[in-house]
């Protein structure tokens, strides 16, 4: 190994493990999982493993609806198997995982970039990707951030197929996978494929008979959508209507999360814009392109797609500091190049420049910690009462349904192993919060009320003076049997 | 070899999994069999010449294809009798990192050798140390440090974090300590019994003593119980009711320390027949 090498295996390794203190740093002081998607998916996955199936009983909504053609299924399975090759706790991989995603996140954009000579900026920059409650990211357990991963794996097989058919069916059940694990994703990565295919078919000078993969592949990627369809057409052909005929959904605007990303990743990122467009080329154009077009998307779909829920669209910053990382990245890799190859006549100049960029890079790493002290998270729950999930999950029946704030509620699945009445997330679920807590404040005087939902837990804020009721633990009420 | 040994950790996670699931070696070897093994295995069996991919691209392909091979297998599952299980998706995933192992070898064997990829890890410290100077000795002591930092990080995330929140856990079971049969009808002077638990999550020794009412008159107790951070109590309490009434509330009431106020209470309704 020369010298070379093992000064990019030190950096890439600490790219590595920074991506993996990124990645913890929300939950650095709280031990369980952050997001209500995170418990969500967490029960899901849960649930799919207890019953065996695909389909299965909603654990979130008393065991009433049936789950079927999830479009999430795929991460169900990924994070199901975990689990089970690893017999680890939930918990443990609900911290763990994270942070895996990312690091490879980072390993996979180094070794996309690593032939164009970003690298290593690239996996640097691609551990700045910022997590909200909003768009999610890297930092929680969701199918979004697996989805990410697709990014460099597809572009790496991409530029294999080049001079090479054998890509082509990887790259096609990659994006099947896809599809079946975060259909969002899977549009977003098709989008920048295509983008990249149309660029090589058309600028690029290899002969024609080269060009013939990636021209299949051109021609296939939109087909690699229907095995979503053809699994559950019935669950698709809904979701479409819904999209198309649905009232638009509309969240309170987020502001731009770009200077969440420090101002000098950003100032990178648009000198690695302005390279791109100089040097011309069509990788260069292939990566350009898609990543502008993207990024306009975000910030104006509102004014010219307001069609279904916005929340499916906010998932495209996730997409669009991904591209910009490598953006940056290639921005950061020519000013090291030009930079060596201006002063390299004067005795120190080489020094000069690595010690001139090792600022610039520990710079923009405090600006990013700043952005990233500055996010507010919630919790869903706090200690004692993951406590009491857990109690009531060992002592009470698995068959109990426990009635709860319906915002809390996500948690209570995968904590105890018991159905809840109903969980929602906000602002869906106004009503049934209200009802919920309009009961428990008139003290859930109402046995039958409880009965008819079968439930015979209640966990509630406020004191409940129902005789039929034990409190066994603070706030915590059980049914009497045969009441 | 690279093979064997991919093919023999994923045998060895069968059995870890079923008998020892959850310790650090079924961990980690589980997360190479779901992250990286099925990867591996289908990168090697489509590119077998060492000129296909360079080892960077190679380990990035098996961590990104794991990613897609596990899920297609489950969906597999989903559809033969034996579902999406413990052993059903541990051999399944098995079988597939076998056969794939199996084409990659069969497709190298039939390669001249030098143009097998077949990967060789020689680990020649000492000849490095002795062959190269000063800077270069740092640099790699420098490298085993990072990598030792980076799996310190991993490590790190794993564990949860100190706990800073401070509370007590009481709770109630009935008197043959599950969560069913709490007294409900008494008879006057009848004793009714609970069992009552205390954890305490404090951080530091704690002092209670429980006080049992109805009404305003006081029906039994526990006296001083001393517990140390984490440390769990469980007894079984009598308390014997002094009127007749029905749907009367007996409360338990925790008391930390000389604290006056109840810290935590509990309660349920009886009703007391008349002797």
Known sequence: MNRTSLIKAILLFAIIGLAFFMALYPRLDYPYPLHVDEWMHLGYTTQILDTGHLNFPSPFHGGQWEVG??????????????????????????????????GLIAFLSYAWGRKRGFGLEAAF?????????????????????????????????????????????????????????????????????????????????????????????????????????LWNRAFVMREIQNIINAEHIPLPPI??????????????????????IARGGWRNYALLVPTVILLFFVQFYRQYFNVGPD?????????????????????????????????????????????????????????RMGGYAEEDYYQIVDVAAYHDFEWLGEELPQDSIAMLNPYVGWAYFPASGQYVYTAQAFPWGVKESREIS????????DTEHIRER??????????????????????VYILREGR | MDLLVVAVASLVVVPLAVFWGGSPVSL????????????????????????????????????????VVVPLAGFFLNYTRWGIGLYSVLFSLLAFIIVAAAVAWYRRRRLPPEERFEPRFRLRLCQFWGGHNLLDRALLVLLVVVIIGAVGMLVYVARPPVIEEAFTEFYMLGPEGRAANYPDVLSLGEEATVTLGIVNHEQAVTDYHIRILMGEEEVGGVATITLAGEEEWEQ????????AGEEQKVEFRLYKGNENTPYHTLGLWVDVAGS
């Open chain 2, 236 to 243: 079984k309490v009598s308390f014997t009711p002094l009127g």
């Open chain 1, 255 to 276: 502001p731009i999360p770009l200077p969440q990303l420090g101002y000098i990743m950003i100032a990178l990122a648009v000198i690695g814009f302005g390279f791109l």
């Open chain 1, 69 to 102: 053609g999830h479009p999430e299924t795929g991460y169900y399975i990924w994070l199901g198997t975990s689990l089970l090759a690893t017999g680890s706790p939930w918990l443990v991989l609900a911290r763990l995982m994270p942070a895996l995603v990312l």
């Open chain 1, 311 to 367: 929340i499916l669209y906010e998932r495209g910053w996730l997409y669009v500091m991904l591209l910009m990382a490598f953006i940056a990245g290639y921005g950061l890799s020519r000013l090291r190049q030009l930079g060596l190859a201006f002063f390299q006549r004067w005795r120190w100049g080489a020094l000069s420049v690595y010690v001139a960029l090792a600022l610039v890079v520990v710079f923009a790493l405090f600006q």
């Open chain 1, 454 to 475: 079968n439930v015979n837990i209640l966990y509630s804020p406020y004191p409940l003076k129902n005789p039929d009721l034990v409190e066994v633990r603070d706030g």
């Open chain 1, 125 to 229: 920059f691609a551990t700045f990707i910022h997590t909200t409650i909003r768009f999610l990211g890297p930092a929680f357990l969701v199918p979004v951030t697996l989805g990410l991963v697709f990014f460099p794996l597809c572009l790496i097989l991409l530029e294999k197929m080049e001079k090479d058919w054998r890509p082509l069916p990887l790259i096609v059940i990659s994006l099947i996978a896809l599809f079946l694990t975060h259909g969002t994703t899977a549009v977003a990565v098709g989008f920048v494929l295509v983008i990249f295919l149309i660029f090589y078919l058309a600028l690029s000078r290899s002969p024609v008979q080269q060009k013939l993969p990636s021209l299949t592949c051109l021609l296939l990627i939109p087909f690699s959508g229907l095995v979503i369809f």
């Open chain 2, 28 to 67: 980690v070897l589980g997360l190479i069999f779901a992250l990286f093994s099925p990867g591996y295995t289908l990168v090697a069996a489509v590119f077998p010449k060492r000129h296909d991919l360079d080892i960077i691209r190679r380990l990035a392909l098996s961590f990104g294809l794991s990613i």
């Open chain 1, 438 to 445: 309009g009961f428990f404040m008139a003290g859930a005087p």
